[in-house]
């Protein structure tokens, strides 16, 4: 028979055994409504690719009519059909660069190469100035930003301008370019002195949205161009050359931003699992701090580390997960900052 003194603490015991019950089973809710929201939100992001032009007002579309001071972030009309008519991934790119020129004195177009911004092509520049083909930028913090996705405003005498071979610039700008949600690479245009008035970077920016699109679309379409850009009938013709067959790159982008053949699962597979790892360091940051003093960061979180693995077992395809250990990897470069040391693992 329990004693007077142990009555409250079974009474005690017990309250905390069904709070834990219950905080369980809503931790465990909570995850799958998030999961199911991400879910839709992947296919609702899928549906607006295949059709971008409901993602643009048609207002942006039109050519501004106005006069006076420039309306920054306006793009024409057919400057939206010139990329959507382009029937490979060259010329939109070629484009795109040609369309940055009613918005910038001169444009690059740069491509990701072994952890190096590689000049593909410019546009606005003469013959014998600007950096050649194939030559490659230096480290610069404002290109690791630019890899993570944020747009860099560049003063003028920058390095990266130099660099380039455009120190001349007044003002210049480099842009994330995106395909399939992904940085491929970077756009870098600039405005001389006597145009700095006329210098936009937001239609810089909105042209490498729609490239981005043009180029991510290229593989699965049917016409060309697709049927809200297409001229109604009865207007001056727009001269269309035949589709080519998506089966030529594969089914996937290819051109200057291709990715090797078959990565498009692997990189989904690496997003999903720096996802979980960004989310355990989200809500563990102290605890993450001192497990990689110590390297022992599998010991403090072992609970939180099992449960991403099973979550990324269950999304992932066993023949994706056979490539390699993403989920690990990733533990390894955002929780131990890249020492698979701190893990305590191995």
Not at 226 to 254: D, H, I, M, Q
């Amino acid at each position: 028979m329990k004693g007077p003194e142990e009555i409250p603490r079974a009474a005690g015991d017990d309250v905390r055994l069904r709070l834990r019950e219950r905080f369980s089973a809503l931790r465990a809710e909570l995850e799958r409504l998030r999961f199911e929201t991400d879910r839709r939100w992947e296919e609702l992001l899928s549906r607006l690719s295949e059709n971008p032009e409901e993602l643009l007002p048609e207002e942006l579309l039109r050519a501004p009519r106005e006069t006076g001071p420039l309306r920054r972030g306006r793009i024409s009309l057919d400057a939206a059909r010139r990329l959507d008519e382009a029937t490979d991934q060259v010329a939109v790119l070629s484009r795109f660069l040609e369309e940055c020129l009613g918005h910038a004195s001169r444009a690059i177009l740069l491509v990701e190469r072994d952890g190096r911004m590689e000049v593909w092509k410019r546009a606005g520049f003469s013959a014998s100035s600007g950096s050649a083909r194939g030559s490659t930028l230096p480290d610069d913090p404002a290109l690791d930003r630019v890899r993570e996705g944020f747009p860099q405003a560049l003063p003028e005498g920058n390095a990266i301008s130099r660099a380039l071979g455009a120190g001349d610039a007044v003002e210049a700008v480099i842009f994330p370019f995106a395909v399939r949600e992904s940085v491929a690479g970077a756009v870098y245009a600039d405005a001389l002195a006597r145009a700095r008035s006329t210098f936009d970077p937001d239609g810089i920016a909105l042209l490498a949205f729609l490239a981005g699109l043009a180029v991510d679309r290229l593989a699965g379409r049917k016409l060309v161009p697709s049927p809200p850009l297409r001229p109604p009938a009865g207007s001056p013709a727009v001269r269309v050359a035949p589709t080519l067959a998506a089966a030529e790159n594969g089914g996937g982008v290819g051109g200057p931003l291709a990715a090797p053949r078959g990565d498009d699962r692997r990189d989904e597979a690496r997003r999903f699992a720096r996802l979980l790892a960004s989310e355990i360091k989200l809500y563990n940051e102290g605890v993450v701090r001192e497990g990689r003093e110590h390297g022992n960061l599998y010991f403090r979180l072992r609970e939180d580390i099992e449960r991403g693995r099973r979550l990324y077992e269950e999304r992932v395809p066993a023949e994706v997960r056979g490539d390699g250990d993403y989920y690990y990897e990733e533990l390894v470069d955002v929780l131990a900052g890249g020492r698979p040391e701190a893990m305590g693992l191995r």
